[in-house]
């Protein structure tokens, strides 16, 4: 019996020990599902929020970069391809601090960084691939070891490209408001000047000329008075041009034929020039009349031929002889020309344009020449006034005006005037119609130009229009550029005149590396004055300066489809 108890004791301790050992297990899947569960949540979790960063990371308008701090890339996000021709991959193999075009940014950013733990908004410019240089924002934190040594720079990089362009834009609409402002303060004095001299001259003249009248011719005082007579008149001829600069002068506009007026002004014209100087004279056809004063065309052709005439006078070396060539055309300023050139109206105009290839303008120089009073020339030998006197007339007839010069390649004045009103009938509606949607295009266009205004605005519109750009300084740049990627240049368009290379010589080594290019020369100078300068090839074209967006769109599908 006390076996068979000890069995039942032994046999009931093991079904517990069952029962607790099942329980245990069953408690023990529970807590592993649980867990189990937990961590697929988990893993979900980190899932959905990798892929949210990740994505967040691939899609950044900014940069996101990490780099050591010898300038080493660890890493650079995707968004890098938008405003870079380097791709990430690339990056990772260079430094960072290789691709500041100023060490001391570089210098200034770590010091930074150093100093103060971060840097925000701080603007860099950087090289890319093909030798652009893009104007950027960095906000950057600096990393440190367990040591507290800097380690790791990690921080965004924005392409502000768009906003330093909004911002010259504005500080160059600024500056002409400033000329603008200064100009017309300036007009308002000197007329006022003007008016109160020529009441002093009358009286002083008046009584001169009385004074003639009264004396006898024999005596010695009447050489003293026609002195004071003659400066008298000289002084008239002065207030007369002071007049003109403020526009108050008293014109009597009627409508002529600007050809006319040029012929009947030729003979007096040749006499001031001189005889060693090459004259030729291109009229347009179908020129419609102007609304002017004959007297004040003259003024003008007088004073820019004048200006020619000491400009070649003052060149030692000219291999080409003595040239200037005065020229007039039709031409329709549309809005896009107006809105690219603040001061001009659109409508029909006639251009009428003297060019001379003298020692040209620098360009320091060329911002001053319309001010009263300004000029290069010796003392005794020029008043300042004769492009004050043109300019003033210009605008007091709601004409533009514009000059092209390069120093050494002589100089162009182009004066765009508004055509009568009853002329407009005559002409047809197809010369006065909005222009036809410009076609775009996805060709690549090597664009060498040396004026950065003028760069930035021929490859914003080009990009705009669906182009690819590459851009360069100058005409060694260009070159350079085009050796390196020969085969994707669908076209070259050159400013004529540059410093290292111009246009023409970069022209020509472009053609001996591929003589099917098509090349655009952009130049302010005039048709006449490149026929008789310079010799053009088959595929060979050019555009005047001042361009507007849409000339410049026109011209470039024209030369490619021509081809």
């Keep these: ?21 099942r329980l245990y297990q ?18 979900l979790e ?32 995707p968004s890098v391809k938008n405003f870079s021709h380097y791709t990430p991959e690339e990056l990772h193999s260079m430094s960072l601090w290789e691709r500041y075009e100023n060490p001391l940014q570089r210098k200034q950013l770590i010091d930074m960084l150093v100093n103060s733990g971060k840097v925000e908004d701080f603007e860099v410019y950087l090289k890319d691939r093909d030798g652009t240089i893009l104007p950027c924002s960095v906000n950057a934190v600096l990393i440190r070891d367990a040591k507290g040594e ?7 990089i924005r392409n502000i490209s768009e906003r330093k362009h909004a911002e010259e834009e504005h500080q160059k609409l600024l500056e002409q408001l400033y000329q603008a402002q200064k ?68 014109h009597k506009p009627r409508a002529i034929n600007i050809n006319e007026v040029i012929m009947e002004a030729k003979q007096m014209l040749l006499r001031i020039i001189g005889e060693d100087i090459n004259v030729q004279f291109h009229f347009g056809k179908e020129i419609p009349p102007i609304q002017a004063d004959p007297v004040q065309i003259e003024q003008i052709l007088m004073n820019l031929v004048v200006n020619a005439r000491d400009a070649l006078n003052e060149k030692k070396d000219n291999h080409l002889g003595k040239k200037i060539i005065i020229e007039t055309e039709k031409f329709y300023l549309d809005s896009y020309f107006t809105v690219d050139h603040p001061g001009s109206i659109s409508g029909m ?15 320091e120089i060329r911002k001053k020449i319309f001010d009263p009073f300004y000029t290069t020339k010796e003392k005794g030998k020029g008043t300042g006034l004769g492009l004050s006197t043109v300019y003033g007339i210009v605008k007091q007839n709601n004409g ?31 010369s006065i119609s909005s222009p036809s949607p410009v076609s775009t295009g996805n060709e690549t266009i090597l664009l060498a130009e040396d004026d950065d205004d003028v760069r930035a605005f021929a490859k914003e519109t080009l990009k705009d229009l669906g182009y690819n750009v590459i851009e360069a300084i100058n005409g060694k740049k260009a070159l350079e550029l085009f050796h390196s990627r020969s085969t994707e240049v669908n076209l070259l368009l050159t400013d004529l005149v540059m410093p290292e290379m111009n246009g023409k010589d970069l022209a020509a080594n472009i053609l001996k590396i591929n003589p099917e ?39 470039i599908r024209e030369a490619l489809d021509k081809k």
């Design 1 to 21: 019996m006390t076996v068979l108890l000890h069995a039942v004791r032994i046999a009931l301790e093991r079904a517990c020990l069952i029962h607790e050992n």
């Design 26 to 43: 069953e408690h023990l899947e529970e807590e592993v599902n649980r867990r189990t569960r937990e961590l697929e949540e988990t893993t």
């Design 46 to 77: 980190l899932k959905r929020s990798e892929e949210k960063y990740r994505s967040i990371y691939e899609n950044l308008q900014d940069v996101y970069f990490e780099s050591l701090v010898d300038g080493s890339i660890c890493e650079v996000s």
């Design 150 to 156: 800097p380690e790791k720079i990690c921080g965004t």
């Design 183 to 250: 100009m017309e303060a300036l007009g308002s004095l000197t007329g006022g000047i003007a008016h109160d001299f020529n009441n002093i001259l009358t009286v002083i003249n008046g009584h001169a000329e009385i004074a003639l009248k009264k004396l006898q011719k024999e005596l010695p005082i009447i050489k003293d008075i026609n002195a004071i007579l003659q400066a008298g008149k000289r002084a008239e001829n002065l207030t007369k041009q002071l007049l003109a600069f403020s526009r108050k002068q008293i």
């Design 349 to 363: 105009h006639v251009l009428f344009a003297v060019s001379d290839n003298g020692v040209g303008i620098p360009y």
């Design 400 to 430: 533009s005006i514009y000059v092209y010069s390069e120093p050494e390649h002589g100089t162009t004045f182009k004066i765009y005037w508004p055509a009568s009103e009853e002329s407009l009938i005559a002409i047809s509606q197809d």
């Design 517 to 555: 290019i098509v090349i655009i020369y952009a130049t302010g100078y005039t048709d006449n004055y490149l026929i008789h300068g310079y010799e053009w090839g088959e595929n060979v074209h050019y555009i005047q300066k001042p361009y507007s967006s849409d000339m410049l769109a026109r011209k």
